[in-house]
């Protein structure tokens, strides 16, 4: 019994290590967004300062966060919501039509390093006239998330017996009607999932924007990149900024943290 | 009835067909395009005109010792940012796994890193990092040991990186193992119990191998995705210091988008392609012939 009861506290050592590294960069980025220059560069590292809040003013005030912040919704918002008008219907075939091959084509997008794509695209929107240009920018982050919707929902779909659809199509509906109005209304959890992480992914990305935007459609990874470029040793406005873009990925995962689970271990786990 | 109309009729071609032209216009067909300007001397800042010349860029590229060592540090990244992952994060899922108060806000933080903008990440470890003010020598010095350079010198930078991938990623190879041991039966496990094996024989020689095909996809995945790791390099270093952590990306996004050298960036970019796409191809199959013999 005594052997278990130290077998035990040992485990909750170590599970209370884990998460303090995975919490620690976290809490220290919040803190030094608190904290004054001078207290940042302060050599030993203060672990009590008395907080200020003028790396916020800095970056939502002189820095024009809010924009970018803009940005990156208008963004995240259509190149989900496009990716589900494309995704939905291909998922719903890959599925029901065991198109393994189309699974596969669609996959690549995933998996291929995406500089491969967006040096040709660089030269096919320059010559658009489409540089600096939500359309540019939306086309781009379909990329990321249609291969995600397409992951996620075929998966979804094929946890969906078929009889549901078959039996209305005996009845005489068409396959098309019974996908919208049978198995869409039953996809919510799914498209939950597709959703969010698609979103984050969006939400997440540099390379695509810091190269396809400029001043007028900057997403939010992009100006903290710069921020750092722009106010070298400013530290705590930096950390500021750091927080602002990553709180709401935060928040949506806290929210919809079963669905995010579920999106990132999906597939993997079957197979 | 009417409705086998040709709509109806044709649904497993029309439902994925605005899918699929879009993949087409947007990945195959950028992709066939750089492959095209891999054998031109396109130069988009000296002004003139694209031509052909043949393998030329691939011989100057792939005998440029910049290139080399891209390449090799590349797999050197990958191979010991994937390597530590695995074995943290199967770990970390066994210890997870037992049950205990608090299990689900410990899967929830470890969440977090997985969804922190990559960019923001390395930006916050720049300042653990930095050589005067960063916390990390200051932790160095308080045990007495020689404070480091971190991403500042040519020695350090890529474990340093590597730690960065690390903390970020592992948890991702913990989620997937989690998730696969969950769905394991407890059959093996107690007949294993009942004929006297001990908890590390029944870890050892029962979970483990059963949870196998899990560990090794959660590990591809990874390996795929740290062979482009982008974000937390370029902000973090550039790719520097000198080319000290230029990786196949880095070079290859330096040569499109710094020197606007068009027709060598191809080459790199065909490079990394194929090197992403036969890691791939081949990983597929070797768990598909391990899933034969298991099966």
Known sequence: MNKKLITNIFLYLLVVAIVLVVLFPFLWMLASSFKTQVDIVSWPPKLIFSPTLQNYHKVFGEQDFLKYFINSTIVGSFAVGLSLVLGLPAAYSISRYAQKKLAVFILLARLMPGISFLMPWYIIFSRLNLMDSYVALILSHMLIALPIVVWIMSTYFSSIPREMEESAMVDGATRRYAFWAIILPLSGPGIITATTLSFIFSWNNFMFSQVLSMEKTKTLPIAVYNFVSYAEVDWGGVMAAAVAIMAPAIILTMIFQKYVVKGLTMGAVKG | ?295
């Open chain 2, 1 to 295: 009835m009417i409705q086998s109309s040709f709509a109806e009729r044709n649904l497993r071609i029309l439902f994925p067909l605005p899918a699929i032209i879009f993949v087409a216009l947007l990945m195959i067909f950028p992709v066939l395009y750089t492959l095209f300007l891999s054998f031109t001397n396109w130069n988009l800042t000296s002004g003139m005109p694209l031509s052909f010349n043949g393998i030329n860029s691939y011989r100057r590229v792939l005998t440029e010792p910049r290139f080399l060592d891209a390449v090799g540090r590349t797999f050197e990244f990958t191979f010991f940012a994937v390597v530590i992952e695995g074995f943290l994060g199967v770990a970390i899922a066994l210890i997870l796994n037992r049950a205990f108060v608090g299990k689900s806000i410990a899967k929830l933080l470890l969440l977090l890193p997985l969804v922190a903008t990559p960019v923001a990440v390395g930006i916050v470890f720049n300042l653990f990092y930095d050589p005067t003010i960063g916390l990390a020598n200051f932790v160095l010095k308080s045990l007495g040991l020689p404070q480091g350079l971190w991403v500042s010198s040519a020695g350090s930078v890529i474990p340093s990186l590597i730690l960065v991938d690390v903390w970020q990623w592992t948890p991702m190879i913990t989620l997937i193992v989690l998730a696969g041991l969950a769905g394991l039966s407890e059959e093996p496990v107690e007949a294993a119990r009942v004929d006297g094996a001990s908890e590390w024989q029944i870890l050892r020689y029962v979970t483990i191998p059963m949870v196998m095909p899990v560990i090794l996809t959660a590990v591809i995945l990874r390996l795929i995705d740290a062979l482009k790791t982008f974000d937390i390099i370029f902000a973090m270093t550039g790719g520097g210091p000198g080319y000290a952590s230029e990786t196949l990306n880095i070079m290859g996004f330096k040569y499109s988008f710094e020197y606007f050298r068009m027709g060598q960036s191809s080459v790199i970019l065909v490079a990394l392609f194929l090197i992403v796409f036969l890691c791939s191809l081949g990983i597929m199959k070797l768990r598909a012939s391990s899933e034969i013999r298991a099966g």
